[in-house]
């Protein structure tokens, strides 16, 4: 159905669209480090950056395979990831903050500085994606593509969240004593939950490098990882749905704002974002949870 | 073995052991050294010297999750809940080490269906039963202990250690935890009690080892640490060295 959806629109809609679900997948992505294991991270915008450059870079500056590309980008994310979250973990409280915060800094800095790979500040442009199996995809296929990735990226999440190892990440987010006190190794569970997440971030990054067929350094600047916290913290985090509520709204409301109030909608935002704390901390689905249990009375 | 805070020694060259199946009671005045001992066991701080050997095999200097690996799990003074989760789920953590590594797949399905089984048999058995579901805020304090019993006894313990159990309970909750844990022994399991009460603990224990500033100053019998003079002085205070 959210396929079909895409054979339905035009090219414009088509576009938002895409984008919209690249926000879903990183924000149930995101969802699940920072509201299901309680790591605050400010990197997951900057490995959808990581993938979507690798990928690109893999590709078209040193002639790679697509599906060798595909796996060197991960494994670029997965070790980019590992060597954020094994020192910052061994350390206490917001240490993982401000590490992937220098990091998703560092990242623009490298994007900018990087030269003929990375393109310096005008990125890369006027590439587009290789054939499959001789097929080109484009269009609304391109966009099944997308709805394929923010399905299985779910899938993935869904049964993590219901196995002993989503248990284990909400018991190291709830009490990590007490985690620890029941045999889970804190440090390894946070440092699984980081990477799986940020090379899944890259993965709908590498999706992205073909939406516009264009990366540069803009694109992939700090505020998005605010943004993904506000989705996340709006829609209810801890829970899948509510992040990605919170991701369509969030993407949306600018469109229906900006006609309004030009470029003060981010004000809007910081308002929303209060409210969800001070009056409803379990977000929308909160919300709608508390409608269901009443309707159902 | 022994533990020193800088110039303080907390416990000095303390020797006991515990069997399976038993429950000894570990005992003394505030400041005894009784929260040291065993937060020693649990790994939650190194000792300064000394071993402990489970099975044999050295313990001292492992972190807590590699001790509870062991077959050693814990309940905590304070009770120390997962807040976002039902009950099952917080019991279900208890047996996470059982899981292996399987995710996907049919096997790792049955063996989530095989322990949330059991995790229904443990609140059941602690006296929480019908309240699997429910969320861990609605449960007062002495369900919440229960509740931390019935998570130790997830991982299948082979030594189940007590901090303070009976702190913060109503008598007729005191009595249902004395049942508890004698069936807990009855299983074959080693209970350590660490305790502060002395009327709940000596008609529970096997075995009393009485500890004062940070010594053992009495191992035996309940009926005889009863009538130990040491003890009792310890506990009243009449000889206790003034700094």
């Known amino acids: 159905m959210l396929a079909g959806a895409a054979f339905l629109l035009g090219d414009y809609h088509n576009d938002v669209y895409r984008k919209m679900l690249l926000w879903v997948t990183l924000a149930i992505g995101y969802n699940f480090l920072f509201g299901i294991c309680g790591q605050v991270s400010f990197s997951h915008f900057a490995f959808y950056g990581i993938g979507a450059y690798s990928v690109v870079i893999l590709l078209f500056h040193f002639h790679v395979p697509l599906p060798l590309a595909i796996v060197l980008g991960v494994a670029v994310c997965v070790v980019v990831a590992l060597a954020v979250a094994i020192p910052s973990t061994r350390l206490e409280g917001f240490y993982l903050a401000l590490a992937t915060l220098a990091l998703a800094q560092l990242f623009v800095v490298l994007l900018n500085e990087g030269g003929e790979i990375t393109g310096g500040t005008g990125g890369i442009a006027n590439y587009r994606l290789p054939a499959i199996f001789g097929m080109q995809m484009r269009g609304p296929w391109y966009t099944a593509v997308i709805v394929f990735v923010l399905l299985m990226t779910y899938a993935t999440l869904r049964r993590l969240d219901h196995s002993w190892f989503g248990r284990a990440c909400r018991a190291v987010r709830d009490n990590p004593e007490a985690a620890a006190a029941m045999g889970i190794n804190v440090a390894r569970t946070k440092v699984i939950a980081f990477t799986l997440t940020s090379a899944l971030a890259g993965v709908a990054g590498m999706v992205y490098a073909f939406v516009d067929n264009t990366v540069n350094p803009p694109i992939f600047g700090l505020e ?26 969030l993407f949306l409301l600018p469109f229906w704002l900006s006609p309004l109030v030009g470029h003060h909608h981010v004000l809007v935002f910081g308002v929303l974002m209060l409210a969800a704390i001070l009056l409803q901390p379990k977000g929308l689905i909160g919300i709608w949870d508390r409608l269901g249990t009443r309707f159902s009375r | 073995m022994s533990k020193r805070f800088g110039g303080l020694t907390a416990v000095s060259e303390l020797d006991f052991e515990v069997r399976e199946g038993e429950i000894l009671g570990m005992i003394g005045p505030n400041g005894a050294g009784k929260s ?6 649990a790994g939650s701080y190194p000792a300064s010297s000394g071993e402990v050997f489970f099975d044999q095999k050295p313990l001292l200097g492992l972190p807590p999750h ?37 995710l996907f797949g049919r096997k790792s ?41 019935a998570r130790a006894l997830a991982g299948e313990p082979r030594l189940i250690l007590f901090d303070e159990p009976a702190a913060g309970l109503a008598p007729a909750e005191l009595d249902r ?26 008609p529970l224990a096997h075995r009393v080892v009485v500890l004062n500033f940070g010594a053992k100053i009495a191992d035996g019998l309940p009926d005889d640490i009863r009538r130990n003079p040491a003890v009792m002085d310890a506990y009243l205070g009449s000889h206790a060295p003034h700094p």
Do not use: C
């Open chain 2, 36 to 41: 040291t001992t065993f937060n020693l066991i």
């Open chain 2, 177 to 202: 935890l004395a049942e508890i844990i004698r069936g807990i022994a009855a299983r074959g399991i080693a209970v350590l009690l660490i305790e502060h009460d002395m009327h709940f603990l000596l």
């Open chain 2, 66 to 102: 590699r001790i509870a690996a062991r077959g050693i799990l814990r309940t905590f003074q304070h009770n120390r809940p997962f807040e976002g989760m039902p009950v099952i789920d917080n019991v279900l953590v208890g047996a996470h080490r059982s899981f292996g590594v399987d």
């Open chain 2, 109 to 149: 399905k049955n063996k989530e269906h095989e322990k949330r089984l059991r995790a229904e048999e443990l609140i059941e058995f602690v006296g929480l039963g019908g309240m699997a579901q429910a969320d861990v805020g609605t449960l007062s304090f002495g369900q919440g202990r229960l509740l931390e019993i």
């Open chain 1, 224 to 249: 998005n990882a605010f943004l993904l916290l506000f989705m996340v913290i709006v829609g209810g985090s801890g829970r899948h749905a509510g992040a990605a509520i919170g991701a369509v709204l």
